[in-house]
């Protein structure tokens, strides 16, 4: 327990899916996220001073009602579960744009229940926390799935398939291969993506998808670059989502063109990321915007390695 008055807590953004592990597979990014300030308070239960954009003001579309916020509902989740007299009050301090692929629920709730943790008089340990944190991405994206909150909460590469939850499984991951992002300006909303999915596929679609996935882990674990280029593939969601990002494909082209391994959708899009060896990721970062702003969408875009950190308390005054 910290006996300091406001504890800060910074969670990254992360891929989701990794394009070739549909819920199962996620990746921390390095260089964006969110923070969540919590303080202890004699109110019982748990509050919203506020909600900050990027922009530093007033969040104009998140709500700081506790109970349709993300980073509340996973906060409440522990402090009910730590059964602690009075409350908790959080501010949020949205890096991560909205509806953007790039796991921003996620890390609302994970940068609340660790800034929260670290207020309790016994903390609980990191993989305990993962299940708090599902209970606000659930708000957010209409199921249980921790392809996003895992790797916020835990840094690097994770493999966290639901029949195995809470249990996670961080990969080891390869060196020398830099993540590349870019986030055009556009919105997807995750619910709704996953509810125009199809419900039933081929078996050979399904062992096709399988068969890329078993041997991606592989390829990470094993330091196998030309493996990683040969199975960083998605047969089955990304063909179904890629026409609601118009740009995708472009971005694609050129990213394989610039040198990339692989290329898919974060998450449901519409951000979208490569994996590249390090030496080209400057090139493909250029070739990437270039084609997005072609198609009429500015950009932002990130590099980082495969071993980004995970959430961590930034700050106790």
Known sequence: MSEQGTITAFAPASIGNLGVGFDML?????????????????QTGVTIAEVR????????????????N?????AKSLWDHAGVDGG????????????????????????????????????????????????????????LHA????????????????????????????????????????????????RSLARGYSMDQWLEQQGYLAAF???????????IRSTLRDVVIEPQRAAAVPCFTGVKDAAMA???????????????????????????VIAMEQRSRAFGYQCQTWVGDMKAPGAFVEDAT
């Open 26 to 42: 996620g990746l921390a990014l390095s260089g964006v996220g969110d923070r969540v300030s919590a303080r202890r308070v004699e």
């Open 53 to 68: 954009g990027l922009d530093g003001e007033i969040h104009p579309f998140l709500s700081n009602s506790a109970v349709e």
């Open 70 to 74: 993300t980073a509340s509902i996973a």
């Open 88 to 143: 908790v009050e959080l501010t949020v301090h949205k890096g991560v744009p909205l509806q953007s692929g790039m796991g921003s629920s996620a890390a609302s709730a994970v940068a609340a229940v660790v800034a929260v943790n670290a207020l309790l008089p016994q903390s609980l340990r990191r993989s305990e926390l993962l299940v708090h944190a599902l209970e606000g991405e659930k708000l957010a994206s209409g199921g």
């Open 147 to 194: 392809d996003n909150v895992a790797p916020s909460l835990l840094g690097g590469l994770v493999l966290c398939p639901a029949s195995l939850l809470p249990r996670t499984i961080s990969l080891d991951v390869p060196t020398g291969i830099s993540s590349v992002l870019l986030h055009p300006e556009i919105q997807i909303s995750t619910a709704e993506s996953r």
């Open 217 to 227: 882990v592989v390829a990470c674990e094993k330091n196998d670059h030309a493996l």
């Open 258 to 284: 610039a040198g990339a391994y692989g290329c898919s959708l974060s998450g449901s899009g519409p951000s979208i990321f490569a994996l590249c060896a390090d030496a080209e990721a400057a090139n493909i």
